[in-house]
């Protein structure tokens, strides 16, 4: 990475600052002390979507492609940690992304095409505990709800609900009811009732689905597709990260410039075009692509910030907090823990999750990529009281805190104290030799509950949202709604673009239809990095 990026700024230096400032002039309230470059095109950002753009702009603009991105390396929420800091080519995982799913074509292709290589393991078994019970299957807890019995002809309880709720379903004006139930939660209680609620939120890992101020009708916009994601997910060796990283060393190779650890601090309307201010420097650029979430552009000044703000569009767009915290280990104590009834041989669980822990979901790794580094996502949780507590432990008790209330919750789930033997196999949590605590501000984006638009409408909107004659662009996971929550959304969002506004014809394929309703056992809960 440290040779990356001398060569980005080797390739700044030659490719249009000629000012003979120091790349690292301090920035201070005198603006005029800054170097000033021009560029054609600036992208703000560079996590999947603002490296996407500028790897597929640069053989064409080439120097005339200017990307600025904050961290001291490209990615944004595909976040990797190193196992072992300071050592060159350290096996990695994932804060962020870690998976591409069955059916995201556009990350295998990229993969293809930038030569990134991925493990695809056999998935095992899940271990659930909800309302004092555990069990191997979903099937498992429907008796301690007031949900009906039989599925009428659908595979699982999870799947009648969810097609009760409207799921994929043409045979009715769906758009007409849903107008009359603002927000998801109170459109599932009028369609399957408190108890069916309360199912299927127990049953899946992501509580703000449930919990949030989500809009109704754009949430079930989402599942229409989401709900195909289906039904293998593919891990990269090396991490998702290094999708953004080798996109930005094709946009350097094609003469783009990459400004890394350089955040743009105000962006103003200069006539037609645009004058950025960053930490170091001030940039003229003809056309603007913003490619970060909202939570970034309410942090940055400027009247076209101001501008953005203001649009109603903007404002519907709803973040949710996230706490991933990852764990590396002296042994893989889990590795006894596995469903009694499965097939002989059956490798150890894959997941477990509960509604009575704030670890929500652990995570226990399959590809052996990570297996060999004996880690584990120990915490995944967006409940936001949940995240709170993460976040406040960590800040006042660091990560002994942290480690010791990960092991009460380990030890709760998979011991036997509570109430005897569960199936999965006990154990004694060790100490951990690292841990990783990530809070994501945002770590994927709904439309707020009553909001006047859809995904497909703020979709198009990203693409102009000051009006067409604004050079102007939003690029990212947070304007795809319909994708939220994946790396895919930021790609297609940035396809989007180019195709609309830069004159380019890449294929958008809609996520590949895999019917989820012929999968009996599929692993709806993947959904999602």
Not at 435 to 442: A, N
Not at 450 to 456: E, F, H, L, V
Request: net charge negative; charged share 20%; aromatic share 10%.
């Amino acid at each position: 990475m440290k040779r990356f990026a001398v060569l980005m700024t080797l390739l700044a230096a030659a490719c249009g600052d000629d000012s003979g400032a120091r790349p690292d002039a301090p920035s201070g309230p005198d603006a005029t002390t800054l170097p000033v470059i021009d560029c054609d095109v600036a992208i703000v950002g560079g996590g999947a979507g603002g490296s996407y753009t500028a790897a597929r702009l640069a053989p064409t603009l080439h120097e005339n492609v200017c990307l600025f991105e904050k961290n001291d390396a490209l990615g944004g929420r595909l976040h990797d940690i190193p196992q072992n800091e300071g050592m060159a080519g350290s096996p990695v995982f994932g804060a962020g992304g870690m998976r591409i799913m069955e059916g995201q074509q556009v990350l295998f292709d990229l993969a293809t095409e930038l030569g990134i290589t991925y493990q695809t393991p056999a998935l095992t078994s899940d271990f659930l505990n909800a309302r004092g019970t555990w069990g191997f299957a979903k099937e498992d807890f429907v008796n301690l709800y007031a949900v009906t019995a039989d599925n009428g002809g659908m595979p699982d309880t999870e799947t009648k609900l969810y097609k009760e709720v409207g799921l994929q379903n043409i045979n009715y004006n769906r758009a007409t009811e849903i107008a009359m139930y603002q927000d998801f939660r109170s459109w599932i209680v009028h369609k399957v009732g408190g108890d069916g609620l309360a199912f299927l939120h127990d049953m899946s890992r992501f509580r703000a689905d449930f919990e949030a101020p989500i809009d109704a009708r754009s949430y079930m916009d989402y599942l229409d597709e989401e709900w195909d994601v289906c039904c293998t997910p593919s891990y990269p060796i090396g991490g998702m990260q290094q999708f953004p990283k080798k996109l930005g060393e094709k946009a350097v190779a094609d003469g783009a410039r990459v400004f890394l650890s350089e955040p743009v601090e105000k962006i103003e309307a200069n006539g037609a075009a645009y004058r950025l201010t960053t930490s170091k420097q001030i940039v003229n650029a003809t056309k603007l692509i913003i490619a970060v979430p909202p939570t970034g552009v309410m942090k940055m000044k400027g009247d076209v910030i101001d501008a953005l703000k203001n649009q109603p569009q903007f404002q519907q767009i709803l973040p949710i907090k996230v706490v991933t915290i990852a764990q590396w280990w002296p042994t893989r104590w889990w590795a006894n823990l596995q469903n009694a009834g499965a097939d002989p041989g059956e490798e150890p669980l894959w997941r477990a999750w509960s509604t009575e822990h704030c670890f929500n979901l652990i995570e226990m790794p399959l590809q052996q990529y990570a297996v060999d580094q004996m880690v584990t996502r120990s915490v995944y949780d967006d409940d936001r009281n949940c995240v709170d507590f993460w976040e406040s432990l960590y800040n006042t008790g660091g990560e002994a805190a942290v480690n010791a209330e990960i092991k009460r919750g380990m030890e709760y789930m998979f011991g036997t104290t509570v109430s005897g033997d569960r199936g999965a196999g006990t154990v004694i949590v060790p100490q951990p030799i690292k841990t990783h605590v990530q809070i994501w501000e945002d770590a994927w984006h709904w439309l707020r509950a009553g909001t006047d638009y859809t995904n497909a409408q703020v979709f198009d909107w990203a693409t102009a949202p000051l009006g067409i004659d604004k050079n102007i662009s939003l690029v990212g996971e947070a304007y795809n709604v319909n994708r939220s929550g994946w790396s895919d959304a930021a790609y297609k969002s940035a396809i989007h673009l180019l195709n609309t506004r830069y004159g380019m014809s890449i294929t958008l394929p809609r996520t590949a239809p895999m019917n989820k309703f012929k999968y009996p056992n599929a692993p709806w809960a993947a959904r999602r990095n």
